[in-house]
């Protein structure tokens, strides 16, 4: 079916345009025209944007939000947070994931994220063995995705081992261990059944060399591996290998524009320069990052560098596509006591300049025609709030600078996934029938 949004004005990938009509068909932008007038009764919009890609989720985690912030025994940290979410996820079955996935993902339609790359590595049940159907959880999430309107991107991890050189897995990481060939059987499942489909490596931890090399041929596509999120996994990595953790993937794996290195935390200068000239993009996740306190990326230098990068809700402990491009230069500017400094040149917005570095790259890391309006693309369309009263007077720029800086996801009026009106008035069409659900295995979970 054919519809048609009216946006008085939106940005296009030459810059804004005004009095823009958007064609779509099957969920795809099919013509556009600017400068055009109104027709009487269609869907009419003040001022949109491109639908961000979100290029990392673990769904099953938004659940665990709120769960591990009281302080231990000993120091925490991402490691003991980790024990947390180990005891946790022995309580999730198939019923249990959808819920949580089709919650968090419609959070992620109204945060501003139209499309999400889940990085889903709990596969099996409880005490480890298959369910029947090997990709039951994986396709547990197509259907939460189907049923939100986002899209989606399917990456099904391998995982195998504790940590560096082999180690067998402890029993907290039962349900996501396969061998190369029964992982195989879960990519060829998802790509029957018609999704975009990478692998991931969960990494270089969880995966050996051999099996990389094993696993990689099984996607002409996307790759994306955790790296270097930790001080602890780059000492291990150095003691394992010699090398850092993005240092050994640059040298060894092969690592180019199919790839997306999530967190990348722990850069020397040399990799950072490397890692930008490889093509590939950097996965950010700069809220559940502070979160766990992994660290800061050196995205001022990467970004000089002209290093591709998008953003990930990582573990959804708060969704928000205006938050995470936030944080990302806030981190900066505490770290490097400055301001405006992932803009590059004089008088470019901060706001719009991290848009458009998140809505290319993430695009790039999902492997779909995403981040753009323009024809071909998938039908993503963010719709701010003009009639708020800090938009008063303000367009364009000002308002994106508005909505990253001040407002976040309260700026948001509607949101289109693949044409379809999902979000209005800043809520999911469907909200309250998966906050039931949600709320119901919520409580089942801390009964
Ligand atoms: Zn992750």
Redesign the pocket.
Known sequence: MQTTLFLDRALLPDGWASDVRITCEDGLITALQIDTPPISGESREALGVPGLPNL???AFQRAMAGLAERRGPAADSFWTWREVMYRFLARLGPDEVEAIAAYAFADMLEAGFTAVAE?HYLHHSPDGSPYADVAELARRHLKAAADTGIGITMLPVFYAHATFGGEPPTPGQRRFINDPSRFARIVEALRKDGATVGVAPHSLRAATPDELQAILPLTDGLVHI?AA?QVKEVEDCLAWSGQRPVEWLLNNAGVDARWCL??ATHLTPQETENLARSGAVAGL?PI?EANLGDGIFPSSAYLAANGRFGV?T??NIAIDAAGELRQLEYAQRLSLRGRNLLSQTEGESTGRALLTGALQGGAQALGQPLGALAVGHRADVVCLNMDHPDMAGRSDDLALDTWVFSQGRAAIAAVYAGGRRVVENGRHIHRSAFNARYSAVLKGLTA
């Open positions: 990392h989720s673990h990085f955790h999120e999530i967190h996740c559940t990930g990582d573990s």
